[in-house]
């Protein structure tokens, strides 16, 4: 479905606050006419009505309310990026147009796709318009707000200091708008739309996969959207809104930023081939375990530093991989045709387990507990669809305890 009109938007919120055309026209300054018009076309583009109207005025119906929250955050996201820039202008000079001005959507949509392409042709391809208009738009953003979003490198056009700032407000004023007609739908009993989940090693073998399937079951129009980058970067999508929530091991950050729910703690063991020489011992110490191959985790991630606190706090010689992955394919691939042995959730090889090509071995690794969670931006507003996956994330998690 294409972008909703962000101007609409704004002249719906106005009478919306106001509640009447004939009075919201002097704040716009705009006729009547025209105010009427915007307020047909949104109830047409969306195919409701967002208001009652009476003789005291325009009453927002529950389509009206579901839509006016979305608006509100809108504003708010690009109030943020003026307030902003005026604070930059006592230093600059430079001038800043109204917030209204900020209120096209195709603008910002130029804007976020060059940030993250660097490409003006690109952009232009992913927008379906020539470069000379995604160019004419960058530059309307930049005269708004009266200060360069972009400058030209040999690796492209890579946001400045403010572009990085102000192009997050935009993804995610973006992500508020695409959400609109998803309300709406839910009003109607239908949960639509495209819910985007960043997906850690732990959730990605029996949880997200047992979650999603019963959400798609009571939700067939659904599509779900699974990333699996790096920690940093999922969360750089969860600021932005590109990113739903994060389910998987949860980590240490300012409670200003993200809110996290725990769903179950989980605890690394050792495990390896079900024909390994070590599989039919009752019970292993540090020394057994001298001469084998290592396959871990890459250095720096949570699991290899908690392994290797912990065998530092029995001041035992730190295992050193023969073999360093994230890719849980490779891992049990490796695990399979070897004599290697890896510290790492049971969850993430169950299947591999529960066949017999895998085992865990008696070997006790007290304090490798992590706990398993759900974690999104702070003040976040989820669609109808994250939120029905993030209840069946929620009701599933108990069976993985």
Known sequence: MPLLNLRHLHVFNVVAAIGGVRRSSDTLLRASSAVARSVAALEQALDTQLFERKGRGMLLTSAGEAVKLRVDRIEEELREVRDDALRMRERTGAQVASLDALFHERRLQAAVLLAETHHMPSVARLMHVSPSAV??????????????????????????????????????????????????AAQNGIVQGTVTVGALPLARSQLLPTAMARVLEKHPLLQIRSLESPYEELAAGLMS?????????????????????????????????????????????????DGYPWVLSRAGTPLRESIEQFFRDKQWPIPRPAIETGDLALLRGVLVSSNMLTVISAHQLHHEIASGQLTTLPFTMAGLQRQIGMTQRKGAHLSPGARALAQEIVAVAPDWQ
């Open 135 to 184: 160019s004419q738009s960058i530059s309307m953003l930049e005269g708004i707000l009266g200060q360069s979003l972009f400058f030209r490198t040999a690796h492209g056009m890579l946001p400045t200091d403010a572009g990085r700032r102000w192009n997050e407000r935009f993804e995610r004023a973006l992500a508020e708008l695409r959400h609109i007609p998803e309300d709406i």
């Open 241 to 289: 809104g590109r990113i739903d929530f994060i389910v998987g091991a949860m980590r240490a950050f300012s409670s200003d930023t993200f809110d996290s729910q725990s769903l179950f703690a989980d605890s690394a063991v050792l495990i390896a081939r079900s024909g390994h020489p070590l599989a039919d011992r009752k019970i292993l110490t540090v020394t057994d375990l």
